[in-house]
């Protein structure tokens, strides 16, 4: 890895002298532009990495230098194209061509992620690892012919090959936003019964897993090694909020005025998406809020407490870090927003049903915006990290008869029990 470093670094050094760069444009909308050095795309050990830049039409805010602003950012993006995760290594930010602002952060140390569909990052990963997924293909191809001339074979490796395939989930999501999940299959030594597995859309298959049994929350770590933040993570969620630190935090800036656009079961959770145009605005940055989800009874639990009812609502920014509004139900007076979002709601899993009645985020969230905040994880598989938490302390009502709606739809808690903290602070 410190060979992968200085490769680096040189690299960098040696493209800052260059005019070799093909710049191509791979993704514009009104407000900025994304290209890629196509000269600067290199394999480097068991990772790809290239070179991006994105043009910003009006300046922007970085939350690290909150008086300075940028519109050019110039970005080294690492791809781990087989697991289908990204990180950052180094960022170059410019106002009209002059440096305000850089960041390394040595690959040993970076957080690779499964991106969020559609950012900036995703569409680059796509790029970059189209070319590996061709060569893995005809790898495969070649596999199976070699099998008819050789007498001695091991068919697990062309199978795993042919078998790696990514989902985006947003804590599905990511709960999707965001994130790929890839089958890893174990060698028996014997038959056996064969693994629960869920298709993807590609055709290939991800990790079943479940709220208990063998495949329930304390085996997630073990499903698949894309799991493994499960198990081995230091900052994931839920959490219990307890011991917290009094700060200045600023209040909730967000609209919240567009609304639903369908419902849909999923197996693990009910889920509600919204159209574009929701926004929250946090650390100077802005969140597209992608998604609500519930769970039953509530994830988070504060002092100790449990709530029969918990909506997440997922937020992404245009890199694909994620932010997530914990909202708490107790039970007493029905909840307007989901009576009407109850009125469709699917008690089978099956496709996004449109939404016929209009609901908007603001009848699912307390007009109270005060929040506790944290660093966290996905609560859910493949629970990566670097989530952004902020749990909402007032609650909202919901009847029993709409808290057991759910339950029904869903046929089982889908909640995760709360994790260590590890020396995390809670604020508020």
Partial sequence: ???????????????????????????????????????????????????????????????????????????????????????????????????????????????????????????AMRYVCKAEKAVAA?????????KLKKTAINPESSVKKAESAQEPVVEK???????????????????????????????GHKPHWTYAGKEGPESWGKLSPEFSACAAGLNQSPVNIDSTIHAALKPLKSIQKFPAKDIFNNGHTVQINFKAGNMLVLDSAAYQMKQVHFH??????????????????????????????????????ANEGLAKLWSQ????????????????????????????????????????????????KTPLTASKEQIEAFKLAVKHDNNRPVQELNGRVIIE
């Fill in 296 to 333: 039953a009874p509530s994830e988070n639990t504060i002092r100790g407490k449990s709530f029969p009812l918990e909506a997440h609502f997922v937020h992404a920014d245009s890199k694909g870090n994620l932010t997530v509004i914990g909202v708490m139900y107790t039970e007493g007076k």
């Fill in 173 to 203: 999501p990511a709960e999707s936003v965001a994130k790929a999940e890839v089958k890893s299959d174990k060698p028996n030594a014997k038959p056996g019964p064969i693994a629960k597995t869920t298709a993807t859309k590609d055709g």
């Fill in 1 to 123: 890895m410190k060979k992968f470093f200085t490769v680096l670094i040189l690299y960098f050094a040696s493209i800052s002298l260059s005019n070799a760069a093909n710049w191509v444009k791979l993704h514009e909308q009104s407000s900025e532009k994304l290209l890629l050095d196509k000269q600067s795309v290199l394999q480097v050990e068991n990772l790809k990495r290239a070179w991006v830049k994105i043009e910003y039409k009006t300046p922007q805010n970085n939350p690290e230098t909150i008086d300075k602003t940028f519109n050019l950012s110039k970005l080294l993006w690492l791809f781990d194209c087989p697991t289908q995760k990204a990180a950052t290594s180094q960022v170059f930010q410019y106002l009209n061509n002059e440096l305000v602002y850089s960041a390394t952060i040595d690959p040993k140390s970076a957080e690779f992620i499964e991106p969020v569909p559609e950012t900036h990052i995703d569409i």
């Fill in 345 to 392: 709601m699917p008690n089978e899993v099956g496709e996004p049903v449109v939404l016929k009645n209009r609901v908007i985020p603001s009848e699912l969230i307390p007009e109270n915006r005060a929040y506790y905040r944290f660093s966290g994880s996905l609560t859910t598989p493949p629970c990566s990290e670097g989530v952004r938490w902020l749990v909402l």
């Fill in 138 to 146: 005809n790898k495969v191809t070649t596999s199976n012919t070699e």
